[in-house]
């Protein structure tokens, strides 16, 4: 209770906050002609990685996105939060991903950043190592 007896509102959680990103950027993608294929793809067993959204863009390459969002640019923001370590995990889940291909598509990362009510989509942001 505040001090005047009322509950507060309950924060929003960062699950629901990622999940309404996430929304967020794929609508935004299918607006720009991408079509989804699978969405928060999980490679299995502990330390894998995972895929917010998979899309096939128009020239039929799969596209690989990261979903960021952050309140506040404190710390770098959201695109600051997408270190070399969270990379790797995207291109291990990836690589599972594309085995269930005999020839598979090209393909790249991209990462879409939202931010208080700006949305920023980064093409190609990282490669595989």
């Known amino acids: 209770m505040d001090f005047l007896g ?3 509102k ?3 959680s960062t699950t629901a906050r990622g999940q ?3 929304d967020a ?3 935004y993608l299918q607006r720009q002609g991408l079509k989804l294929v699978d969405r928060n793809y999980r490679t299995p067993g502990r330390g894998g990685g995972e895929i917010d959204l998979i899309l096939r863009d128009r020239d ?3 596209v690989f996105v990261e979903v960021r969002s952050r309140n506040t640019e404190r710390y ?3 695109g600051g939060s997408i270190s070399a370590v969270k990379q790797q995990r995207i291109v291990l889940a990836a690589r599972h991903y594309l085995m269930r291909f005999a020839a598979p598509p090209a393909c790249r990362f991209d990462v879409v950043l939202v931010e208080a009510a ?3 989509w ?3 942001a990282f490669e595989a190592e």
């Open 20 to 22: 309404l990103a996430e």
């Open 118 to 120: 700006e949305l920023q």
């Open 10 to 12: 309950p924060a929003q």
């Open 25 to 27: 950027a794929l609508a």
């Open 122 to 124: 980064l093409k190609a």
């Open 6 to 8: 009322k509950r507060p």
């Open 76 to 78: 770098g923001g959201a």
């Open 60 to 62: 039929g390459s799969l």
